[in-house]
């Protein structure tokens, strides 16, 4: 099993920045790819971005230019920075991790972030 646990949540302003970050433990040999996905009020969850191990990253086009994943393999942590927040950006972010290329196996409590004015 793999635990996760989100940091960095919080309430800012729309074209504001803020850094996620997601601390892995457990059976972390096993873990290839790990992430973000998002859930808005009302809406189903998706997905944000991914790195593997060795650094592919992938990114959903809503926020391809604004956000940027990275992975500290030494830590097992990895981090979402996110600039240019806009209020639809807000939703319960949650960290993943997964035995293949997509971060579908483990996930965190998630947490939460609010882009307001």
């Known amino acids: 099993q793999v635990q996760l646990v989100e940091s960095g949540g919080g309430l800012v302003q729309p074209g504001e920045s803020l850094r996620l970050s997601c601390a892995a433990s457990?059976?972390?040999?096993?873990?290839?790819?790990m992430g973000w996905y998002r859930q808005a009020p009302g809406k189903v969850r998706e997905f944000v971005a991914r790195i593997t191990r060795i650094g592919v990253t992938r990114y959903a086009d809503s926020v391809k230019g604004r956000f940027t994943i990275s992975r500290d393999n030494t830590k097992n942590t990895v981090y979402l920075q996110m600039n240019s927040l806009k209020p639809e950006d807000t939703a319960v972010y949650y960290c993943?991790?997964?035995?293949?290329?997509?971060?579908?196996?483990?996930w965190g409590q998630g947490t939460q972030v609010t882009v307001s004015s």
């Open positions: 993943a991790a997964g035995i293949g290329t997509m971060p579908d196996d483990y």
């Open positions: 457990g059976s972390i040999f096993s873990v290839n790819a």
